[in-house]
């Protein structure tokens, strides 16, 4: 079995990985570099290097699109999820592989914004047979660290901050760092 692994260097990320290797799941790395963040980009090719059979780097080319979002309190590019699913199902037809691999978490009780990814997935009239892959979507932060630790996963060498390098210590992202014992 093979996937396309979006790939941001995070701890869901990372663990996603570890969960689907030991699965037997042979993993392709596809990092977006839309941050401009080099640690970000380090935690992505040792996500890879550990977990995966290749790895690729995608250069966004427009920094100016990445905003501040106030009510997240982080720096972040609008709809970059969507942007990526849609970059690991190009290159999973290129490859010739169905499934694409995220980190993704369920973020609310409602379970539509998995149908929308999938939805927009299979919105190819060429290309339809792209599956989502989501190890984690039902888990909260703290199961994706237990299973982490679980498996052996350094979490201490991932990256989480959209903010800084190195990390800001006060973002949404940080926070949950520090609440689960993981080094800033």
């Excluded at 599956?131 to 039902?138: K, S």
Aim: glycine share 6%.
């Amino acid at each position: 079995m093979r996937a396309v692994l979006m790939n941001s260097g995070g701890i869901d990320s990372r663990v996603s990985a570890a969960v689907l290797r030991s699965q037997g799941w042979e993993l392709h790395s596809v990092y977006n570099d839309w941050s401009g963040i080099e640690a970000q980009e380090r935690a992505a090719e040792a996500t890879a290097a550990t977990y995966c059979v290749d790895h690729e780097v995608l250069r966004w080319t427009s920094p100016e699109w990445v905003i501040w979002d106030e009510k997240l309190g982080k720096r972040c590019l609008p709809h970059a999820t969507f942007h990526t699913a849609m970059m690991g199902a190009i290159r999973a037809v290129s490859l010739e592989i169905d499934w694409i691999a995220s980190g993704a978490r369920r973020e609310s009780a409602d379970d539509s914004f998995r149908q929308a990814f999938q939805d927009l997935l299979n919105s190819s009239k060429y290309y339809p047979d792209k599956v989502l892959l989501l190890p984690l979507w039902e888990l909260h932060p703290s199961e994706v660290t237990f299973v982490g630790r679980t498996h052996g996963v350094d979490l201490d060498s991932t990256w989480s901050c959209p903010n800084a390098d190195p990390h800001c210590g006060v973002c949404q992202s940080c926070l949950r760092r520090v609440r689960e014992g993981i080094s800033l």
